[in-house]
Each structure stands twice: as C-alpha cells, then as structure tokens.
C-alpha cells in the first residue's frame, strides 16, 4: 500500500510539471484575466466558476486577495466529483462524496471536514455571487495537489480520486490470524472552547399585592332636602382582596358627608330654622343642626380583562342621622383596581344601584298621615376615578382622584341628591 501511494505521489509530481511545461508553451492562449482574477487548471483543463455564460463574462475560477489565493467552491468540488448543496439562507455550503463531507459558512473562519472542525486564516468570502474558499480547503478535504505558480499567475490543481477498494472475499478464517499494525492516531488540531456567554438574570418584578386599604379626605358639593349646595367634609374609606394569579376580588366602600343644614328662617331669638320637605309631600322646620349621611356598598367581581379589570355585583346600605330612613339595594357595574407597582397607577369604578329602597313610618300626632308607612326608594350611582403614585420597595403608596355619588328621587323621595368632589389619601398594600 505505501509503495501504491509513493507511486500515486511521483505521478502527482510528474503530471504537476508537466502541466507547468503546458502553462509555459501555452501562456498566451490565458488571455488577461480581469483584476484580482486568476486562471486555474484542474487536471489539464481551464476551470470557470460559471461554464454556461460566453467566454467573455465568465469568472475566473481563483481569486487573490491580501495574499490568500481563494477558489470556487461549486466549481471544484463539483469537478471532483462531489455534491454541492446550500442552506436555505444561502450562507451555508455542504460538499460531500463518497468518503469525503465539507461544510463552511460564509463569514465564519472554519472548515468542517469530516465532522472535524478545522480553522481557517480566513473566512469563505461571496465574489461575483460566487462562494469562493481559500484554496487550502480542496487539500484537506479531497486531498488534492495544489500548486501556485507565481510567474505564470496559475494556479495548478491535481487530483487523482482512490480506487475504491472490492470487498474482499468471503474466505474461510485463517487459523492464526495476523494482528494488523495500529494505525497512527490522529490528533485533531487544537480549538480554543468558545467564551461562555453569561446571560443576566432579570430580577423578578416587585410583587403587586394581596390586599390594600385606603383613607381619603374630600370637600365635594352637596346638595339634598337639608342643604342647597356649597361644600361639606367627606371621609372616605377603601379595602380590596385581590391576590396575584385570581380572577375574583372583593371590595368594599365607605363614605361619610358631614354638614352644617341651610338656614332657612330665623325666630324672634335669633335661632335659625332649616326648612325641608317631608315624604308625605309637606313641609316643615328643624332647628340647624349638623347632619351625617354614610353609605357602605360591597361588591364581588370577576376579572374580564388584564389589568385587573373587574365585572362585578354590589350592595349598598345607607344610614343619616336625621330620620330619613336607611336604604338598601343591589347593583351592577364595572371597575378598574389599582396595579400598585411601582411608578403610576390608574384606576375607577362605576356602579348602578336601580332601587335602594327603606320604609318610613310617620310619627307625628298632629299629621293627618299619623302612623301610615311609606317606601322612600332612590336610583343611585356611585363612580370614581384616580391615580396611585407607588415608590418601590414602598407598602405605603399616595392617592388622589375625582368621586362621588348621586341619587336620583323616585318614590315618596323629596327630592334627589348629590356629593361629588375631588380627594386625596394615603394607601397600604399587603
């Protein structure tokens, strides 16, 4: 076998000159190849990177530049017998033949051969929409002659495929077989482990909250059968249930108005009198005093949209101190829950209650409606809108927003009533 490849070897050489005496006698049959661009021969023959167009606008099948000498790698290998396949984004080439596999990509400086990844000085590079490799490529992978030859500008290629070996046949085993001599190891060339890429984990984002609740101040408008307008002081309270990953919240609203009655008349002592309207449908007088009316609804929602976006029912009840009776309905609507994240978050809410109702009994000898028992009932709405300012790390957050409510009369009501005003508060969120 290694005289066979000695052999191989002197006719490699011998055809090598002989084809070098060829280029010497035929050197003007080359033509001037255009810049850059150099003539190679395979085999004693001219080699083009595209043989389908005219002589005049082929490419030259080598390529020297910053003094590498670069080849066509579809043309060679093609004429070597092998397949040539591309990626589907064009960046990636795969020769292969029986015994021999070759893959680059454009750009990268590496050479797989065999499964074996080889560096390269240089990358494969894209001339003239060819893909052109450095020629040391045809040598490590076909095991081809290559042979530059810088006063003709030539590059020589010789290659000389193996015979493949028959099958030996089957013979019967030999008694004693001979052990074969262990064939030197190949030891593939050293290529440094890529630098790990170290990805930053993203710090978790700051839990929302389970529950928060919310005190406000408000000085809003009032007007009802006691009072004809102007301000009065509000207190109002908030708390939800609303755990990250549920789709159900609770939620809960108290309001309180505090006001001083109108002054409608003043007797002989100086003392004023508010005037109002009774739910029999009369009138009558009351010393000024200081009135409260609160209102406490509940509700349960359902989350329908992110961010916290609620569909829910509530129910109401409410309580004065000034003899009206108290009223108690259930209603509907839609509301919007804080984030409470850190930086700005939006919120409000909408519900209708069509009938808060409550009884009254009429008290009051010298009316001819003494003892008879009427059905106050109100259409109320109940909305707010506002802003949280979250600082993070922070459970306490600020608040401020436009709310209120308004009841329109329906039965044995006086007359409708109205608190609305903006507020500001301080929020906690668990």
Known sequence: MRTWLKRLSAASAALLALSICGLRAGASDLGGPPSGEIPILFNDHTVYAKPDTLLDGRVLAALVKDGEIYVPLRSMFEQMGATVSTSADGRTINAAKAGASVSVTLGKSEVVVNGETRPLDVPPMLYKGIVLVPVRVLSEAMGAYVQWVPEKRVVVVRYI??????????????????????????????????APVVTPTPAPPEHSYTMFVTAAYSAPQNYNELVAGGYCDSYLLSAAIAPDGSRFALKADFRQDTYVTSSNATDAFANHYTQ???????????????????????????????????????????????????????????????????????????????????????????????????????????????????????????????????????????????????????????
């Open 161 to 194: 495929a193996l015979p493949v070996p028959a099958p030996p046949a089957q013979t019967a085993p030999p008694t004693v077989a001979p052990r074969p001599a262990s064939p030197a190891p190949v030891i593939p060339p050293y290529v440094p482990p890529p």
């Open 276 to 430: 109002f309207k009774t739910i029999d449908g009369g009138t009558a007088f009351t010393p000024v005093f200081l009135a409260r009316q609160n209102s406490l609804d509940a509700r349960v929602e359902y989350q329908v949209a992110s961010p916290r976006i609620y569909i829910g029912a509530g129910y109401i009840h409410t309580t004065n101190n000034y003899g009206d009776p108290n009223l108690n309905g259930f209603g509907v609507g839609i509301e919007k829950l804080p984030d409470l994240r850190p930086g700005i978050s939006l919120y409000g809410s909408a519900f209708y209650y069509p009938s808060a109702s409550g009884t009254y009994t009429v008290a009051n000898a010298a009316s001819p409606n003494n003892g008879v028992a009427y059905q106050q009932q109100y259409q109320i709405i109940k909305y707010d809108i506002g802003v949280a300012l979250v600082i993070a790390h922070s459970p306490v957050f600020v608040q401020a927003g436009y709310s209120g409510d308004r009841y329109a009369a329906r039965q044995n009501a006086p007359v409708g009533q109205i608190h609305t005003g903006p507020y500001i508060g301080l929020g906690a969120k668990i």
